[in-house]
């Protein structure tokens, strides 16, 4: 079993900066997928990026090119840099890891474990 514990979340400005923690215990985690997806109230939980082992990187249309994310191994932690902040990027943030099929990378149902969550909120 996995745990995940993600970090870094809060409140910020339109056009600001934030960056999101998801520290990973209990398994080695190296070859699995990590991913981030959100969740607005009301709404689904959706994809936002996923950092595959081997180091390539996945985006969500809505967030590409204003959104980075990495992973550190050795400490087994996943990053999620957040730039040029909007209103509408406000959610619950979580972390997540698997090893989805080619369908579902994108899919909540790919990932077998999930962090508690982050608030993130921008103001406009």
């Known amino acids: 079993q996995a745990q995940l514990v993600e970090s870094g979340g809060g409140l910020v400005q339109t056009g600001g900066s934030l960056r999101l923690s998801c520290a990973a215990s209990?398994?080695?985690?190296?070859?699995?997928?990590m991913g981030w997806f959100r969740q607005a109230p009301g709404k689904a939980r959706t994809f936002v990026a996923l950092?595959?082992?081997?180091?390539?990187?996945n985006y969500a249309n809505s967030v590409k090119g204003r959104f980075a994310i990495s992973r550190d191994n050795a400490n087994s932690t996943v990053y999620l840099q957040m730039n040029s902040l909007k209103p509408e990027d406000t959610a619950v943030y979580y972390c997540?890891?698997?090893?989805?099929?080619?369908?579902?990378?994108?899919?909540?149902?790919?990932?077998?474990?999930w962090g508690q969550g982050t608030q993130v909120t921008v103001s406009s």
């Open positions: 950092n595959w082992s081997g180091g390539s990187t």
């Open positions: 997540a890891a698997g090893l989805p099929s080619s369908d579902l990378w994108a899919s909540v149902a790919g990932y077998e474990f």
């Open positions: 209990g398994r080695t985690l190296s070859r699995y997928v």
